[in-house]
């Protein structure tokens, strides 16, 4: 089956500073690649997602970038907020499995 | 519109027990997905319905069985609660199987004395 590995599992950085958040993916039918946003007390909600046929996506200060030759597939957020505190979650899937999610990114933005 | 809709939000069982977690969604999807939260592991997941009439065993079935009650209904059952099974248990739904959004629940709360 699928594994999903995302590194790191803790991440503090200053507010206004920028955050990278790794993947990699095992399954090279895997074709599809959202980041979920789970905020405390509350159920993951999607903020980006990526399909196999495209590079690179960006929504204001949110991107994610995927190199599917190397298997991963990284979120980056620019100009951090107090607000962008959370645990994020990378996931994969292909048209024949369900979505696989890694292990989950706490990132702390302090102001 | 509500989305997707878990009761309980919280529940305290001792071993053997046994009970339902509901799940409902009134945004017409076809799919709908268990997954339970634990520390440092991420989501992982246990049953899915890839359309009414249909469900298939995730990645920790064990312990666990479904039924998609009709399109709007997916409930999950532990017929003899363990320790091992405290956990957050999240239900979602997506449109369309395996690709697109995921729409999360708020999450039920279980403990196993």
């Known amino acids: 089956g699928e594994n999903v590995e995302q590194h790191p599992s803790t991440l503090s950085v200053q507010e206004g500073d920028s955050a990278v958040i790794k993947c990699t993916y095992s399954d090279s039918a895997s074709n599809y690649f959202p980041w979920y946003k789970q905020e405390l007390g509350k159920g993951p909600q999607l903020i980006i997602d990526?399909?196999?046929?495209?590079g690179e996506k960006k929504d204001q200060r949110i991107a994610v970038t995927l190199n599917k030759t190397a298997k991963h597939f990284s979120l980056h957020i620019t100009e951090t907020q107090p607000e962008d505190s959370a645990v994020y979650f990378c996931?994969?899937?292909?048209?024949?499995?369900?979505?696989?999610f890694g292990s989950g990114t706490r990132l702390q933005v302090q102001p | 519109n509500a989305g997707v809709t878990q009761t309980p939000k919280f529940q305290v069982l001792k071993t053997g027990q046994s009970m339902t977690l509901q799940c409902a969604q009134d945004m017409n999807h076809n799919s709908m997905y268990w997954y339970r939260q634990d520390p440092g592991m991420g989501l992982r997941l246990i049953y899915y319905?890839?359309?009414?009439?249909?469900?298939d065993k995730g990645e920790v079935p064990n312990g666990y069985n479904v039924s998609r009650l009709n399109k709007r209904e997916f409930s999950l059952r532990l017929e003899s609660a363990a320790p091992s099974q405290t956990s957050v248990y999240f239900c979602?739904?997506?449109?369309?199987?395996?690709?697109?959004?995921?729409?999360f629940g708020e999450g039920s709360r279980l403990t196993v004395l």
């Open positions: 319905s890839a359309s009414e009439g249909t469900t």
């Open positions: 990526i399909r196999s046929n495209v």
């Open positions: 996931a994969a899937s292909s048209i024949r499995r369900a979505l696989t």
């Open positions: 979602a739904s997506r449109g369309q199987e395996n690709t697109g959004e995921l729409f």
